[in-house]
């Protein structure tokens, strides 16, 4: 049992650390590129390092795209190494409940970012945590705008619920209750960012996302909810100057979309039986 307990554990910590050094190596990737290609070699050091940076940031949501979609293939090819089906090990074997709970996904998913939005505009968080944050992400904000959307909507979703509610989670759930693994691996999601404002917020949304990946039995629910709630904040951000200076319209859009989201979550528990997870 101790050696099973270890190889768990052990598998969980590896996917974690792969994921955060095949990230750690595409920026210095990156930052070689920019010396080789871009700075050259007449800059000075303290004028390159600083134009580096601004290559990074410029650049950053192509860069996360690239460590996403290499630690995709990672997880695919190590699942063939195992001999494991990759969508077996995964989760992504199993088909929704049904349309309607994939239609709950994703007003769960629109509606809760709404709320998280509404959340930091409400004046509840500490300026100083809040200023922290809106720096940090502002790293995934700007640059061309397909690639922004592709990184942001499309990759990053599919292949963080690979890591986490699929293969992480997967090696949760052999030694421990769903309930401890939907929480543990959402701690170690919101590790993922670097901000505490953002470590919290990511955290809360891997918990909630994992439950809704135990509840339907598919990691399918997961990746749509994921995907509507990132593609969402494009929405939010349309019309959030409407709400700027404007309590009454805040507070309504607060209540509505808390209302929206617990009752599609709500609607997603009783539509579906844990026992099939």
Known sequence: MRDKYTKELLAVIGYFVLHTVISLAVTVVAVVIYQVFVAGVSVDLMTSEEQAMQFLYRH??????????????????ISRAKRRPFALYTGLNAKMPSPGVGFLCVLAGIAGNFWFSFVLNSGLISADMLSNYETAFALVEGGNIVIEALSIVIVAPVVEELLFRGVIMHHMRNI??????IVLQGMLFGCLHGDPLWIIYSAVLGCIIGYIRVRCGTLRA??????????ASYAFMAFANRFENNAAALGIGFVASAVLFLGAVIGIRNATDVSEA
Do not use: K
Request: hydrophobic share 75%; glycine share 6%; aromatic share 8%.
């Open 222 to 231: 997961a990746i749509i909810f994921h995907v509507a709630f990132n593609a």
């Open 176 to 181: 421990m209750p769903a309930g401890a693994a």
């Open 60 to 77: 950053n949501n192509l860069i996360v795209m690239c460590a996403n979609l290499l630690a995709g293939v990672a997880v695919f090819i």
